[in-house]
């Protein structure tokens, strides 16, 4: 087993750098403790999901290093993040079971670019017959 994990995760366009080392679980996002950072909003705590399924949540120290998007991509890219350095860290058994619960698939969903003659991505001008 490996002394520090780092692995990467991606979402949107928000980026996060995971560094998972043994402690007490301590997790720090951009050098503030995580609920500072994510606004203590209930919605976005998605990324301690992998460690509340392993039950791992107060045995690894977290370092994030996250940037671009809103706070909700980021709390994605996080969740991937951790599941990967997870996995790496891990035996094979737990691969398994992050895979079953999908903690290990990207979700490559972005936004749609504006086309020239329409108003957004796909609405269209108003049309007027006279």
Request: charged content about 30%; proline content about 2%; some cysteine.
């Amino acid at each position: 087993m490996k002394e520090n994990q780092t692995s990467i995760g991606r979402r949107k366009s928000a980026i996060a750098q995971v560094n998972i080392k043994e402690g007490n679980g301590n997790i720090t996002i951009n050098n503030k403790q995580y609920e500072i950072y994510l606004q203590n909003n209930p919605k976005l705590d998605v990324y301690k999901s992998p460690l509340t399924h392993l039950s791992l949540y107060n045995k690894y120290d977290i370092n994030i290093i996250s940037r671009g998007g809103g706070l909700k991509g980021q709390a994605e890219a996080i969740k991937l993040g951790i599941s990967r350095a997870l996995y790496e860290k891990l035996e094979e058994n737990n691969r398994i079971k992050l895979k079953i619960e999908g903690f290990l698939t990207r979700n490559s969903l972005c936004k749609e670019r504006k086309k020239y003659g329409l108003k957004k991505a796909r609405k269209a001008p108003q049309f007027s017959k006279r």
